[in-house]
């Protein structure tokens, strides 16, 4: 990849696509992971205005920690950002005591995770309608297209995406170019919607380099008995995800009504 050739490419596209929108900048939730350091550094580069949220959930220590110094460095280095943090603790704890209790908490696990996700682009679309700007995207292309693995209406409810049609690996390097901080670069990749120290390995099952190497097998339309062993089983995690969360991935389906159910008939 030629690295420094699409960081401009994706600074030029982010800020021609504000400036034809009549849009003077972005908002951004910033997590203290990879995606959103190389997000929000793409954002500040186009010298439009970048307001970072942080919104901590019950936040692990060493996500807060990390967030906070990016966004830092990032107001070190870029005069158009601006920081703004907003506990979603209270928030979330509030909705979780009003909604209907459950005879086995682990039943709602998932949802409540989602909800974290929610209540985070609520956030970010308030600030966005609040300042004039657009809501940036931190979907990479393995989760966005590949395993599905973000939250319908969550961290996918976005304006667009800079990123989705990079890889993991090359937004890693993009960030060791752009100088993001190296614990950023070296963390393992988290959601961070569960409130302990789980990670996307813990909750997919396989990394994000297998995981690359298993889209690349699909689109050359190789199939499970195509491999043996780790091979195999990788291949068969991506599947599973990818056919499971192709919801997230195609249009929302519309019931088109025949024209012919359409005319009124006379009497």
């Excluded at 409540?112 to 308030?126: E, K, S, V």
């Excluded at 901080?181 to 396989?206: C, F, H, M, V, Y």
Aim: glycine share 8%; hydrophobic share 35%.
């Amino acid at each position: 990849m030629q690295t420094e050739k699409v960081i401009d490419h994706i600074v030029k596209w982010l800020k021609d696509y504000a400036t034809n929108a009549n849009i003077k900048g972005f908002v951004i939730g910033v997590s203290g992971g990879i995606d959103s350091a190389i997000t929000s550094t793409l954002c500040a580069k186009t010298g439009l205005d970048l307001l970072c949220l942080e919104m901590p959930i019950h936040q692990g220590k060493n996500q807060v920690t990390r967030a906070d110094r990016h966004i830092s460095w990032l107001m070190n280095n870029f005069s158009n950002v601006n920081r703004q943090p907003v506990n979603l603790t209270p928030v979330f704890d509030s909705l979780v005591a009003a909604l209907p209790k459950v005879e086995n908490e682990e039943e709602r696990f998932m949802s409540l995770a989602n909800t974290r996700a929610r209540l985070r682009m609520t956030t970010l679309y308030y600030f966005a309608a609040l300042e004039g700007y657009l809501v940036a995207g931190t979907g990479n292309k393995v989760e966005d297209f590949g395993v599905g693995f973000y939250t319908k209406y969550g961290d996918g409810g976005v304006d667009l995406s800079p990123i989705a049609d990079l890889l993991k690996s090359e937004v890693w390097e993009i960030g060791r170019v752009l100088g993001v901080n190296k614990e950023i670069i070296e963390a393992a990749p988290t959601d961070g919607l569960w409130g302990d120290s789980r990670t996307d390995e813990d909750q997919i099952g396989a990394t994000y380099p297998e995981l690359e190497w298993a889209m690349q097998m699909d689109d050359e339309g190789k199939t499970l008995e195509d491999f043996s062993d780790r091979e195999k089983e990788v291949f068969r995690i991506y599947k599973t995800f990818n056919t499971s969360n192709r919801h997230k991935m195609i249009p929302i389906p519309i019931c088109e009504i025949p024209d012919s159910l359409k005319v009124t008939t006379q009497p």
